[in-house]
């Protein structure tokens, strides 16, 4: 069995290019009988951004927390065990202002704790969910994959960065490119992507 954690941070429902994405991913997975896929849809159901109640929640024991940082505090080990339990991890997300947007960003500032999804050691940190993979499924108004924009891509290099802190390594990534440069380029740059995704599916197998 394969278990994959699908994350989607587009505020923009059903419009959105990296959700079809990875809808278009899921529905690729649910092919396989024995798969199992757990969904976080943040931009539908954001986490709140971290702040001093929560922060308070995360480094006080636990018989030191009110119901309400309780609460915190379980959604976060949620999280983390989601993320655990997991042998793929698929992001989906649109660049906004040349970085990954508020909604997924936040994912990371709850599943990056020291101690449970990585450690400070003698000789620097670890990452401890190593042996997991990713797929990036990102949409961007402008080209970035290659051409005078390529530089100013703090999306996936930051993505990328944050998941070899916790040591996942082996990252895939599609690019729905050119949403923002009229609706042929639109079209012509999810219709890419979608077939990209499409190829996923031959390379899932392989890796089972
Ligand atoms: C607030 C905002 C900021 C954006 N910033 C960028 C940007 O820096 N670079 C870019 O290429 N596109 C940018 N875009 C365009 C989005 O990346 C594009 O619309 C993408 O399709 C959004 O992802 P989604 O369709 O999955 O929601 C921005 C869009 C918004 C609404």
Redesign the pocket.
Known sequence: MSKYLVIQS???GA?????QLADRFKNQLRTIPDNEIVERDLGGNPLPVLDGALLGALFTPADGLDAEQKAQRALVTALIDELKAADTVVL???????GAPVQLKTWFDYVLQAGRTFQYTASGPEGLMKGKRAILLV????V?SEGPAATADFMVPHLKQLLAFIGITDVTVVR?EG??LGPDAARAGLEKALSEVGTLQENLLAYR
Not at 15 to 19: F, I, Q, V
Not at 92 to 98: K, T, V, W
């Open positions: 587009s505020v923009r419009d959105s290019a990296s959700g989906s997300a649109g660049m906004y202002n040349f949409a961007t108004g402008g970035y729905a949403m923002a």
